[in-house]
């Protein structure tokens, strides 16, 4: 009996030791294979980071694509995987709500926030709170060079052997992020400026409107812990009833039933509008298709938007 415990004890173990070698389990060595290792919020900011650093690094987003990180909870292995990386990247200007916390508590690690310093003359204002600004600052594809250009500086401060490395990148993917930029405005000279009048599921598009010239509307505001009520709902559907607004957007972050209660709204109304199709709000597309990217989503989301007003 003895021996068949001990031979329970021994496999217990190795077990526990060999769970500690995983992804996901006990402790990790950041640079078990070569590279450093950098942990992002959002798919978004990874994907940056992928373009800058190439193979140099490590990356790994917390939040996958169609997650919304307004409402975003930290879990232990989040916790667990941000302690043990090199350096940790987040969005700030609090579109990451619910981890500031965690953010706060993590300590001596690398960890900043991509869209700090930014311009402030340039960020909107966040009208529930004042004195913060509007977080969805990468649909101003000119804004988000300069977030890229902070993001190039941390990983330089973090690598800094291999900073000429990461001032080529940086090049590269400014200009094509130029050539994203050229891209979105081009597609919008394609609808008539009475025409351009965005409705969406949540209010994460005022720096796509400010650029490129759309009235923007959401259902819910700039963060999504504020659930619509049934006025926001009848003052949405008046406004899509007055503007004879014939088509409305989803999101892939936010439920499709708050868009569909919106719709019925209209309809009950006396009017219809449709549904235009999907748009990327606060993640990248899934891994696979031609949305993955950053640039990728941008593409898409203009895309869907132009095909479905013009």
Not at 20 to 26: E, I, L, P, S, V
Not at 60 to 80: C, N, Q, T
Not at 151 to 159: F, P, R, V
Request: charge should be negative; aromatic fraction near 8%.
């Amino acid at each position: 009996m003895k021996r068949i415990w001990s031979s329970i004890l021994v496999l217990s173990l190795i077990v526990v030791v060999l769970a500690g070698c995983t992804r996901d389990g006990g402790e990790i060595d950041s640079k078990d294979n070569g590279k450093l290792k950098v942990v992002t919020t959002t798919t978004i900011i990874a994907d940056v980071v992928r373009n800058l650093a190439g193979d140099l690094v490590e990356v790994e987003a917390l939040m996958g694509p169609g997650v919304d990180p307004h409402l975003y909870k930290a879990s232990a292995g989040d916790v667990k995987r941000m302690s043990q990386a090199d350096m940790v990247i987040y969005n700030g200007l609090q579109l990451e709500g619910k981890m500031g916390e965690v953010f706060e508590n993590i300590k001596g690690k690398v960890i900043f926030a991509a869209n700090e310093d930014l311009d402030e003359s340039k960020l909107l204002d966040f009208d529930t709170n004042p004195g913060y600004f509007d977080p969805h600052v990468w649909f101003d594809v000119q804004i988000w060079k300069s977030a890229t250009q902070r993001i190039a500086e941390g990983l330089k401060t973090l690598d800094s052997e291999n900073g000429v490395k990461y001032d080529e990148n940086l090049e590269k993917y400014l200009t094509q992020l130029d050539e994203l930029d050229k891209y979105v405005r081009d597609r919008t000279g394609e609808i008539d400026p009475d025409k351009r009048i965005l409705v969406t599921a949540h209010d994460a598009f005022q720096y796509f409107g400010n650029q490129y010239g759309f009235e923007v509307s959401g259902l819910q505001g700039i963060s999504t812990d504020a659930e619509a009520g049934t006025s926001d709902v009848r003052q949405l559907a008046n406004f899509i009833v007055d503007k004879k607004i014939k088509v409305i957007f989803i999101e892939s972050s936010v439920p499709r039933k708050n868009i569909e209660a919106l719709k019925e709204a209209v309809k009950a109304k006396g009017f219809d509008v449709k549904i235009g199709g999907e748009l990327y709000s606060d993640s990248t597309g899934d891994a696979g298709t031609p949305a993955e990217s950053y640039i990728g989503t941008v593409k898409a989301n203009i895309d869907t938007i132009v095909n479905a007003l013009k």
